[in-house]
């Protein structure tokens, strides 16, 4: 039993262990394909900011409140803030999701035309619609790093709180409603990095597929003739001319009888 019992704790390392690096080198590539999509927009990022997903900043002190005189106005000031923070976060998500569905309505749209895309008889054609899909499957990768799930900061009422005075509970709610507001606009600059990156891989995919499907479909194309026939192919004379002539050729004995 102990045997059994120490092996399966053995396999369970092993394919944890396994789990832990697919989920490591998928992180990795997803971080770097953000890293350079957002350097190639020119945003100034770093690859520990991509891999944090916030932008780092310096640690927030603490305000120092012993010679305030309007604890209540600060306090309303601050949750004013924070709630502006988290009104501002929520706009920005519902963009993004607005965003999100708009690239899925046309990429549906899209691919009722995609059998067009084979008849692109040039080289540079099929080069911009490949760059197109891949603009469009960066755009798509950006919005799903937008809505992953990410830590948030919070305001916590613990014990250390309580049996504080009323003064003592203003101020410490005034710097805790502050940083709760600085933390969550270093993560909503990030996102909305995201979100002008992914807008504009989007319109680039759109843009590139418009004029090469308008330039598909305006330009004269040698499919819509009628196809010759085998004799034509072969450079001889119609069908009809091949009928007729034996016609003729067939009628001068009987008129010579006459």
Not at 22 to 38: D, E, H, M, Q, W
Not at 51 to 64: R, T
Not at 80 to 104: G, N, Q
Not at 231 to 244: K, W
Request: proline share 3%; charged share 20%; with cysteine.
């Amino acid at each position: 039993m102990k045997c059994v019992k120490s092996g399966k704790r053995f396999l369970g390392r092993v394919l944890q262990r396994i789990l832990d690096t697919f989920y490591i080198f998928g992180r990795a590539a997803i971080t770097l394909i953000v890293y350079l999509s957002l350097r190639t927009c020119a945003f100034e990022v770093s690859l520990k900011d991509v891999w944090q997903g916030k932008y780092a900043s310096n640690v927030p002190k603490y305000l120092d409140l012993d010679q305030a005189k309007h604890l209540d106005t600060l306090l309303d000031v601050a949750k004013e803030c924070h709630i502006a923070a988290l009104a501002r976060r929520a706009l920005l998500t519902d963009k993004c999701k607005t965003l999100l569905t708009v690239c899925s309505l046309l990429l549906v749209i899209a691919g009722l035309f995609l059998p067009r895309a084979f008849s692109f008889s040039t080289l540079w054609m099929r080069a911009a619609f490949f760059l197109a899909a891949l603009s469009l499957f960066d755009a798509v990768v950006l919005l799903l790093v937008f809505l992953g799930v990410r830590t948030n900061t919070e305001i916590d009422l613990g014990q250390e709180i309580v049996s504080l005075n009323r003064e003592d509970l203003q101020k410490s709610l005034v710097n805790s409603h502050r940083i709760c507001q600085l933390r969550i606009d270093e993560q909503t600059d990030h996102l909305a990095d995201l979100y002008k990156a992914a807008r504009f891989y989007f319109i680039v995919w759109l843009t590139t597929v418009v004029v090469l499907f308008s330039f598909s479909y305006l330009r004269p194309s040698h499919e819509n003739q009628v196809p010759k026939s085998p004799f034509e192919q072969r450079g001889g004379s119609s069908l009809g001319e091949q009928v007729r002539v034996p016609k003729a050729q067939s009628l001068a004995p009987t008129s010579k009888m006459r």
